[in-house]
């Protein structure tokens, strides 16, 4: 089982020129998820939503060209993707020549799909859409609909996760809303780097406390995990301590490296959000 600490994170690392897909390092789902007491299969839906900024190769006559890309990889893979690994992935393509964008698109969805689905008795893919420059002008900016939680003016002393600090009024007749926090910060389960965030959290049920809940989102503050795994961790947290009837928790963490990943985790199944950044994106 590969570990984070065998990846090349925080570690000098050479920047391969040509394409080369064994630089994808994958990372088992499951020891983080049994830190947070899912056994088995987990009690939500979801995906990974990752864009990609810095995305080159060479047409058939040497011209470069770019891209963004967006990537889907399914919560249901036994695995992630180690994100410098996926950088020093891309950046592989750089001086490699493909007949086309497409090329390019399939590609990438046949490598990652390999690297998350690793092991897997019935493997499935990745989505994976490139975004050609006359496109560019079409990506929105929006920020997560919601009701602000930042707007309360609480005092904050606790900045490791304490899911102690949630509460729901489960006396009163539920509701249906949609909270919004953008002072999510985590930092790299490795490195120790800081990840800044915004999350939204949906759920029907018992009203959550709004002033505990934006304390608890703060007390990620000094937390080191992956992004992936602090969405999960923020999900089971709500989902045990609140009871909701339906939960869904998204995050789009700012960019490092010419990355973004905005995990999203929801107790039903429905579409999935657009990949759609943030200012702070």
């Not at 080369?20 to 947070?36: G, H, T, V, W, Y």
Request: with cysteine; aromatic share 8%; proline share 7%.
């Amino acid at each position: 089982m590969t570990t984070p600490e065998q990846s090349q994170l925080g570690k000098a690392s050479a920047y391969a020129d040509q394409y080369d897909a064994s630089l994808l390092f994958p990372l088992p789902r499951l020891p983080k998820r049994a830190e947070i007491g899912i056994a088995g299969a987990p009690p939500f839906f979801g995906a990974d939503l990752w864009t990609a900024y810095e995305l080159s190769w060479l047409g058939p006559r040497g011209k470069p060209q770019v891209a963004i890309a967006h990537v889907t990889v399914p919560c249901e893979t036994p695995h992630i993707v180690e994100s410098k690994s996926f950088k020093l992935y891309l950046n592989s393509f750089n001086n490699t020549r493909f007949a086309s964008l497409e090329d390019v698109r399939a590609r990438i969805r046949q490598d990652v799909s390999e690297a998350v689905w690793r092991g897997s008795a019935a493997p499935g893919t990745v989505g994976v859409k490139l975004v050609a420059p006359e496109l560019f002008d079409q990506e929105p900016i929006h920020e997560l609909d919601g009701l602000l939680l930042d707007r309360l003016d609480v005092e904050c002393t606790q900045y490791t996760p304490a899911p102690e600090l949630l509460a729901a009024n489960h006396a009163e007749a539920p509701v249906t809303e949609t909270l919004v926090s953008h002072l999510l910060k985590s930092n790299c389960l490795v490195t120790g780097q800081p990840d800044w965030g915004s999350v939204q959290i949906a759920y029907s049920g018992a009203q959550i406390d709004q002033a505990g809940l934006l304390q608890y989102l703060v007390s990620f503050r000094n937390h080191n995990e992956f992004h992936e795994q602090c969405v999960e961790r923020i999900f089971m947290d709500v989902w045990t301590r609140c009871r909701p009837i339906k939960l869904a928790v998204y995050a789009r963490y700012t960019r490092r490296g010419g990355l973004d990943i905005n995990p999203w985790r929801t107790s039903h199944p429905q579409q999935l959000p657009r990949n759609v950044r943030t200012a702070r994106q």
